[in-house]
C-alpha cells in the first residue's frame, strides 16, 4: 500500500482507481522508476513503467495513458527517439511528454522540446514541484487525464 502524501496537487485519490489519469514512466534506472510511480500513484495518479524505449513504446501504444514520463539516456532506444517515434503516430502523437532527467543542460532542454516534449523536469526530484508540474500538463490536456466534472 503507497501511503498518501500531502501535495496540493495531483489526481483527486477519492476516485476509484480506474478513473485515475494513467502515467507510463520510461525510465530503465529501476530505483528512479519506482520512485517515480511511487510518487506518482501516492499523488493519486494511475502508474505503469517500462524499462526501456522499446519497451516503453509497446507499452504507450497499448495503454494510452494521459501521460508519458521518460528519461532520455537509455540503453537501446533513448527518450528523444522514444518522443519522435510517440509524435509520428497518429494515436500518440497528441499525449503529452514529460521529461524527467539528471541533464541538465540547456541543449537537452531544447532538443527534447523540439522533439515534442511538453515539459522538461530535471532530477533529483522535488516531490511537491514535480506533482504540480504533472497537474498543469495534464490540466493543459484535460481531455487526456484529468476527470471531467
Not at 489526481?11 to 519506482?34: C, G, H, K, M, Y
Not at 509497446?58 to 540503453?75: E, G, H, S, T, Y
Not at 494515436?91 to 539528471?102: G, I, K, N, Q
Amino acid at each position: 500500500m503507497v501511503q498518501q502524501l500531502s501535495s496540493g496537487a495531483g489526481a483527486d485519490p477519492a476516485l476509484p482507481i480506474d478513473q485515475r489519469p494513467l502515467v507510463v514512466v520510461v525510465e530503465d534506472n529501476r530505483t528512479n522508476a519506482r520512485l517515480t510511480s511511487t510518487i506518482l500513484q501516492a499523488a493519486g495518479y494511475q502508474a505503469a513503467v517500462a524499462y526501456d524505449g522499446d519497451e516503453g513504446l509497446r507499452l504507450v501504444k497499448q495503454l494510452l495513458p494521459a501521460l508519458v514520463i521518460l528519461d532520455l539516456q537509455m540503453p537501446g532506444m533513448d527518450g528523444l527517439t522514444l518522443a519522435k517515434h510517440l509524435k509520428a503516430d497518429p494515436h500518440t502523437a497528441s499525449l503529452p511528454l514529460v521529461v524527467l532527467t539528471a541533464h541538465a543542460m540547456d541543449e537537452h532542454r531544447e532538443r527534447a522540446m523540439a522533439a515534442g516534449c511538453t515539459c522538461f523536469i530535471t532530477k533529483p526530484i522535488r516531490y511537491q514541484q514535480f506533482v504540480a508540474d504533472i497537474a498543469q500538463v495534464l490540466e493543459q490536456h484535460p481531455s487526456l487525464g484529468v476527470p471531467q466534472a
